[in-house]
């Protein structure tokens, strides 16, 4: 039974969020901004305002594949946010903006985040073939090795929730101050910011739940 409930949690939860995200992200589509200001010229707008001149914004294809990177300095905005002027579309155009104040400012947390990325992927990648071959060979060491290599992915995800929900703080407040969205509007966009950090939430508790289900089966083998 417990096993079951555990599956349950973890293929239900992204579901559930994602479902909601969407939704959520669907409405506030259709409501459009006082301002009248699309994604790119918010965008464009917040980095000006921060002097963040060299940042450009391109669009990108895709639904809701908006985010920032930091390599090129580059804030990408999915077709519907590029060119929409909704709640929805310019407060994701403010939060990818965020992340790039963030990086121009050198958010620890932020830096945190981009120094674990080759860890994370190698623990990805890697955790499920040591704890797969644990398994097979009944071997705790290499369960443990699993686990440990594992760790650095899931660490990734905790790091990842303190830059999300910063960046969402600083939007809402560079969309306040610049007059981008009105006093009446903020609800609505922080209904929006919050929806999208949710989805790194429940990426975060399944990650855990994953991470303490392979805890639970190595101490379970040492038991024996």
């Not at 579901?15 to 992200?25: A, D, M, N, P, S």
């Not at 001149?53 to 294809?61: G, N, W």
């Not at 090795?145 to 899931?154: C, D, E, K, Y």
Request: net charge neutral; proline share 2%; glycine share 4%.
């Amino acid at each position: 039974m417990t096993i079951l409930i555990y599956f349950l949690l973890i293929i239900t939860i992204p579901i559930l969020v994602q479902f909601y995200l969407r939704r959520t992200f669907a409405d506030h589509l259709r409501i459009a901004a006082a301002s009248g200001l699309t994604g790119r010229e918010v965008a464009r707008k917040i980095l000006d305002a921060n002097g963040l001149y060299d940042v450009r914004v391109e669009e990108v294809r895709g639904k809701l594949t908006d985010h920032y990177d930091p390599t090129t300095k580059t804030v990408r905005l999915s077709s519907d946010n590029y060119y929409g002027s909704s709640i929805a579309s310019v407060s994701v155009a403010a939060h990818e903006v965020g992340h790039a104040i963030q990086d121009a400012e050198h958010y620890a947390f932020l830096r945190f985040r981009h120094a674990l990325v080759p860890l994370a992927t190698f623990g990805s990648n890697a955790s499920f073939i040591f704890i797969f071959l644990g398994l097979l060979l009944y071997s705790t060491n290499m369960i443990l090795l699993g686990i440990l290599t594992m760790a650095f992915a899931v660490l990734f995800q905790v790091v990842t929730l303190p830059v999300e929900f910063n960046a969402s703080s600083r939007a809402l407040n560079q969309m306040v101050s610049l007059n981008v969205i009105g006093m009446n509007e903020e609800h609505a966009a922080r209904k929006v910011l919050n929806a999208a950090a949710l989805t790194y939430v429940a990426a975060t508790v399944v990650a855990v739940l994953e991470l303490l289900r392979f805890i639970m089966v190595y101490a379970g083998m040492n038991n024996d």
